[in-house]
């Protein structure tokens, strides 16, 4: 009986072969090692992200325009609004992992309107109560600056934030920026996209 004889050429690529496959998948895991490493180490990244968001669309209130039987007086002013009166939607919070803390604050902070505006009120939205007695967090608008609100607030951990509403006498273009400075955060930075954690 004849025993089969293995080609030494044979045996060589299965060698390599078997070795290129294992070094391979060795490769493989390697790699996603260090991509978790990177992301672990990502996310345990400790810091501050005071945050904005503001509506693109300003919502109109009352038209000046639409009739002349309606006429519209601030509080106990007694000049006329003669503009027309628009809504913004604003909201601020913490999105990073570290808190805020009113030490932190180390240049008020505002929001303020790139065209002279008439704030007529502020409506606090939809917010978790409980977690705005931690916060106290406030509005307040300027009474001798026009068109600048201040923040104010003790602590702002992870998400925590306000939703409000700016009720205001001007122009329909008027966009709103928030000004200020945070220790360890080099901007204020503003969100494209409306957040849905504020209950």
Known sequence: MNKAKISPKISILRIILLNGYWG?????????????TIYLSDQSKVFRNFTYYTSKI???????????HLRVYYGNDTSRIFTNIYSNQF????????????SNILDSIGIIA??????????????NKNRMKVTNISVLVDSKRIGIIWLKWDILEQNDGLEFQIIYAGNENTTFSVIG???????IYKNEDKPVFLK
């Open 91 to 102: 909201i601020v919070w913490n999105k990073g992992k570290e808190s805020i803390k009113s």
């Open 58 to 68: 300003q919502k109109l209130v009352f038209d000046s325009t639409a009739t002349s």
């Open 181 to 187: 400075t945070i220790e360890g955060q080099s901007s």
């Open 24 to 36: 391979f998948i060795g490769a493989l895991f390697g790699l996603i090692g260090i991509i978790l």
């Open 114 to 127: 790139d065209h002279p505006i008439k704030i007529l009120e502020i409506n606090i939205l939809g917010n």
